[in-house]
């Protein structure tokens, strides 16, 4: 069975990529944007992560005639009420500008005591067959959020989020430690039973 990624993030795409790979999963051959033609990307208007992952993965089933996958994933920073959430992405007013979101988000926390600087990375990755069922799952990891960058590794909001149990920042985990850990990679695990029974 061919499984579509449908993401335009490269480096959630590789995420994405690794986790389902590590699932070994039989009989699945795993592809990308990249692999099919182009089409149209779905606007993210939707008021949560369900909303707009479940946008994603319809459009691409639509589009493809392939099963797809997409995440809808950002940062709910306790302070803030949960935001960016599904601004994330284009929280400076940019879509996709890792350091000027990181730098708005620092400075808006800037005179937040440390006890107040709690927040909860969350993906939601919906799983749509074109023509039959589609399922939704979510996972949450919760951290706090550093003054200052710590580490080169992740993406978008890795180098300040220093997970819960650990000392270092996401972004300073090694691709391994945080896939076994974080959000994205928890959600997907919720999928891998519907994943397998697809693939049989
Ligand atoms: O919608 P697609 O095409 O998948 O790509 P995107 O980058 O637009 O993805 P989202 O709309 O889901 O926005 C996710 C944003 O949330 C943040 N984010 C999500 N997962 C993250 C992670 O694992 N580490 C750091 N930041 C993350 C980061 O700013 C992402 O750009
Ligand atoms: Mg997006």
Request: hydrophobic residues 45%; charged residues 30%.
């Amino acid at each position: 069975m061919k499984l579509l990624l449908a993401s335009r993030n490269a480096k959630k795409l590789r995420e994405l990529q690794r986790i389902v790979v590590a699932e070994s999963l039989e009989g699945i051959e795993v592809l990308s944007l990249a692999d099919v033609p182009e089409f149209p990307e779905a606007p993210e208007t939707a008021p949560d992560f369900e909303g707009n992952a479940l946008a994603k993965a319809r459009d691409a089933a639509a589009a493809t005639g392939l099963v797809s996958v997409a995440d809808d994933s950002g940062l709910a920073v306790d302070e803030l009420n949960g935001m960016p959430g599904v601004l994330s992405a284009r929280w400076s007013g940019r879509h996709g500008d890792d350091d000027a979101n990181l730098d708005l988000l620092l400075g808006q926390l800037g005179d937040v005591p440390d006890e107040r600087r709690g927040a909860a990375f969350v993906s939601v990755v919906a799983l749509v067959v074109p023509g039959g069922e589609e399922v939704v799952v979510r996972g949450e990891w919760r951290g706090a959020l550093l003054r200052a960058r710590r580490g080169t590794g992740g993406f978008g909001y890795d180098p300040i989020f220093v997970p819960e149990g650990y000392e270092i920042t996401s972004a300073e985990m090694t691709a391994e430690q945080k896939d076994a850990e974080s959000h994205r990679g928890r959600a997907l695990k919720l999928l891998v039973p519907h994943l397998r029974k697809l693939a049989r």
